[in-house]
């Protein structure tokens, strides 16, 4: 089955700082692929989205790049804040959804 | 709109207890899924519906978890006979369709003692 992975599995940064998080999926069929985000104590939020048929997409600070041939995404998150902090999921759907473990991103005020 | 809504909050059990997890979806989504999310990882998909009809359940330990969904809205989580691997959050979550975005609730934190 799918398997996905991401790192780095945390980040510290200082307010406004940019930040990269690395995905990588193994599932050629999986075409849709959702980011969330879980602040503590919260529920998992969607954040941005790409499907295989782009190759980037951008809201606001969020910037996601997505590399069919390398099975690889970044998600870019610039001028950070301290209320960025929480777990970022990337995750990969090929009718089921798979989730990588998260990145816990921290940014110090 | 109402969101995606789960109880009860908090279980804990001792091993060999039952316990079942509610979700209500938001209202129109035909999809709706059950995740379990242990401590530190990402959410592992238990089992999926389109409606009322079991799409996926590959995941589920099936001699002791069940999942139905009667009328395809609300849905219940059992697990029968818990044991300590158990303990996890469970997640559900609903979308239109299976290849759209999925809304999820607050979950349903599990301790098996």
């Known amino acids: 089955g799918e398997q996905v992975e991401q790192l780095p599995s945390s980040l510290i940064v200082q307010e406004g700082a940019s930040v990269l998080i690395n995905c990588s999926y193994t599932d050629s069929a999986s075409v849709y692929f959702p980011w969330y985000k879980q602040e503590p104590g919260k529920r998992l939020q969607f954040i941005i989205d790409?499907?295989?048929?782009?190759e980037r997409k951008q809201n606001q600070r969020l910037t996601l790049l997505f590399d069919k041939k390398t099975k690889h995404l970044s998600l870019h998150i610039t001028a950070t804040q301290p209320g960025d902090s929480a777990i970022y999921f990337c995750?990969?759907?090929?009718?089921?959804?798979?989730f990588g473990d998260g990145t816990q991103l921290v940014v110090k005020p | 709109e109402a969101g995606v809504t789960q109880s009860p909050r908090y279980a804990v059990l001792q091993e060999g207890q039952a316990v079942s997890f509610w979700c209500d979806p938001i209202?129109?989504?035909?999809?709706l899924y059950w995740y379990q999310q242990p401590r530190d990882q990402g959410p592992q998909l238990l089992v999926y519906?389109?409606?009322?009809?079991?799409?996926?359940n590959s995941q589920l330990p099936s001699d002791r978890f069940s999942a139905v969904r009667p009328k395809g809205t609300n849905s219940t989580l059992k697990i029968q006979s818990a044991k300590q691997g158990d303990t996890a959050t469970y997640l559900c979550?609903?979308?239109?369709?299976?290849?759209?975005?999925?809304?999820f609730g607050e979950g349903s934190r599990l301790i098996v003692v």
């Open positions: 790409i499907r295989s048929n782009m």
């Open positions: 995750s990969a759907n090929n009718n089921r959804i798979f």
């Open positions: 209202s129109g989504h035909d999809t």
């Open positions: 979550a609903s979308s239109f369709g299976d290849r759209n975005t999925l809304y």
């Open positions: 519906f389109r409606d009322e009809a079991v799409i996926d």
